[in-house]
């Protein structure tokens, strides 16, 4: 494994121990505030988005509210696989593999051309569209199946580098936004 990859992780995850869950809680806020009053985003029909889990970016309160007013895909950990399981209803999540919340339905999602847009964590992004994350792969051979999606990587300001270690496999985002900015890929070409 890249050491220089390692050695980010090693250093995000040392700064995520010193953010309070009041900061976690008041950033977040400020990223799904940011994330709705986007046109892509209140045009999306369907959207792939994570339920948050540790120091991530919370996404729960906005999954609880747009539940029954969008089609709400979250990804399941499937052996080395993420796949997909649509979420009509809070109430309807259960623990999953490394303790996420996951939809408890038997039945995947198997249409990632309907996808609209998607909503990425990230152990770090940068400056140029790269993100990183825990270093098994998941979102990367997830997002190589949906081209046509919208890319939306969310993350703290402590976790936007201006240049961070990428591979010829990881898939760049369109955007990425913090609790302060907002990096716009998709005008840039």
Known sequence: MNNAKVQLRKTVRELQKSISANNISEWSGAI???LESMQAFAGADTVLIYHSFGAEVMTH??????????KLL???????ELRLKRLEDYSMLEEGK???ME???????????EIDLAVIPGIAFDRTGNRMGRGKGYYDRLL???????KIG????FQLFDK??????????????????ILDFISLF
């Open 144 to 150: 190589a199946d949906l081209p046509d999606a919208m």
């Open 61 to 70: 309160s906005l999954i609880k509210k747009l539940c029954s007013r969008k």
């Open 103 to 113: 939809p408890s339905s038997d039945e995947y999602f198997a249409n990632p051309e």
């Open 98 to 100: 490394y303790g996420i």
């Open 32 to 34: 799904m505030r940011r």
């Open 164 to 181: 961070i270690p990428a591979d010829s496999h990881d898939i760049g985002m369109d955007i990425i936004m913090t609790e302060n900015e």
């Open 154 to 157: 969310i993350c703290f300001g």
């Open 74 to 80: 979250l990804p399941v950990c499937d052996g080395d």
